[in-house]
Nanobody, 123 residues
Framework: QVQLVESGGGLVQPGGSLRLSCAAS????????MRWYCQAPGKQRELVAS???????NYVDSVKGRFTISRDNAQKTVYLQMNTLKPEDTAVYYC?????????????????WGQGTQVTVSS
């Protein structure tokens, strides 16, 4: 089975930084786009950043210039470097990845989710 395991969350003061990691493991032929979402209490899950297999990145406006998404294909890992953190960034952050799995004659793709990691920005 495929698993995405997240790490790096925690409590940080406003203006501080965190680096989230999400490592994929299991039966994986290749990985397409990888993404980070956030979900604050009482709110819907929101796409924060994405990165394609070719390295093209996109960000929600509220994090542009502060967050950086990157990936290490050899390690099957996506990162979210979070700088100049604000209290509004407080949320559970979930990674998401398009995983391509392959049998002898078939290939199929579906998105997998990490377990979530709590980011709390507070003084």
């Amino acid at each position: 089975q495929v698993q995405l395991v997240e790490s790096g969350g925690g409590l940080v003061q406003p203006g501080g930084s965190l680096r989230l990691s999400c490592a994929a493991s299991g039966s994986i032929f290749s990985i397409g786009a990888m993404r980070w979402y956030c979900q604050a209490p009482g709110k819907q899950r929101e796409l924060v950043a994405s990165i394609t297999s070719g390295g093209t990145t996109n960000y929600v406006d509220s994090v542009k210039g502060r967050f950086t998404i990157s990936r290490d294909n050899a390690q099957k890992t996506v990162y979210l470097q979070m700088n100049t953190l604000k209290p509004e960034d407080t949320a559970v952050y979930y990674c998401n990845a398009d995983i391509i799995q392959q049998s002898q004659h078939y290939a199929y793709q579906r998105a997998y989710w990490g377990q979530g990691t709590q980011v709390t920005v507070s003084s």
